[in-house]
Structures are given as structure tokens and as C-alpha cells.
């Protein structure tokens, strides 16, 4: 009988590091039966970790028929952390050398939560997170900035 402790209970992040790293090395990207296949998981381990990625814009897919391609969006590079609340932060990172051709360059904007339940040393969790592809960048701001002056009589410049 295996016994798992807390350390082996937690996010797997092991196995969330492993699928990274195989969807790096693809070209063409990989369904979760391939990614399985590969690390020699089981397919449902796989999908789980692979939502989880997906919730954290650290992986993208897309469908081709029944079947949905994952696929890694590259190496980013962290610019910001805002405070929300005491247990809510917005961490926001750079993507500007997407991995595929034909991609745009975006920011991440990721929401996490402080969980004193999470089994872990990193005790945040991501809430769900947001891509603005550079081409939209300039229109967010002017949204942003009205919404401020109009809703909340705050001055931006």
C-alpha cells in the first residue's frame, strides 16, 4: 500500500512541468493521449493538469475535428504584481517571442488567491488569467481610461 503525504497530495506540479517541457519540444503541438502516452500517465492525470494549465494561460490549444491540439505559447517575463486585497494578486507577465509563427506578441494578466488549504509552499492559486494580444493593447487602455473618468471620476492621463 502507498501511502501519499501532503507533499504528493498538492497541485502536481512534477508532472505540470513535464507536460511543458514534451509540448515545448513539439512543433505541431500534441493531444492528451499523446502527452499521456509520452510521460506515461494516465489520460486523466493528463486533462486535469492540462485545465489547469490552460486556466493559467500557460498553454493554449486548439481543435482540429473531436480532437483538441496542445500546444506551449512560449517564455515569458514577468512585469508586475498588483494587490487586489489581502489575498488577491494580479501578476502580470510579457509573452513578446511567441512560440508559433503567426502569433502575436501579448500580456498575461493572471489572478491568484491566497489558499491556506493548498498543500504546498506556494500557498497562491490561479483564479484564471486573461491574454491581450499587442494589436489590442492600445484599445484596452482607452476603455480602461474612460471607464475610470466616466464611472469612477478617477483622472488618468
Not at 23 to 33: C, N
Not at 60 to 78: L, M, N, Q, T, V
Not at 82 to 110: A, C, H, M, T
Amino acid at each position: 500500500m502507498i501511502v501519499k503525504d501532503s507533499k504528493d497530495v498538492e497541485y502536481d506540479s512534477k508532472n505540470a512541468r513535464r507536460i511543458m517541457e514534451v509540448l515545448d519540444l513539439s512543433e505541431r503541438g500534441m493531444t492528451i493521449s499523446e502527452l499521456a502516452k509520452a510521460l506515461n500517465l494516465n489520460r486523466h492525470t493528463v486533462t486535469k493538469i492540462c485545465e489547469r494549465l490552460l486556466l493559467e494561460k500557460k498553454i493554449d490549444y486548439d481543435e482540429k475535428g473531436p480532437a483538441k491540439i496542445f500546444y506551449s505559447i512560449g517564455p515569458s517575463k514577468f512585469v508586475a504584481k498588483i494587490q487586489v486585497s489581502p489575498i488577491e494578486y494580479l501578476w502580470i507577465d510579457v509573452f513578446k517571442n511567441p512560440k508559433y509563427k503567426g502569433e502575436e506578441p501579448f500580456v498575461r494578466i493572471n489572478q491568484t488567491k491566497h489558499d491556506n488549504l493548498i498543500r504546498m509552499e506556494n500557498k497562491f492559486r490561479s483564479v484564471g488569467a486573461v491574454a491581450i494580444k499587442k494589436s489590442q493593447i492600445a484599445d484596452l487602455i482607452k476603455i480602461l481610461k474612460s471607464v475610470a473618468e466616466k464611472e469612477f471620476g478617477i483622472k488618468v492621463d
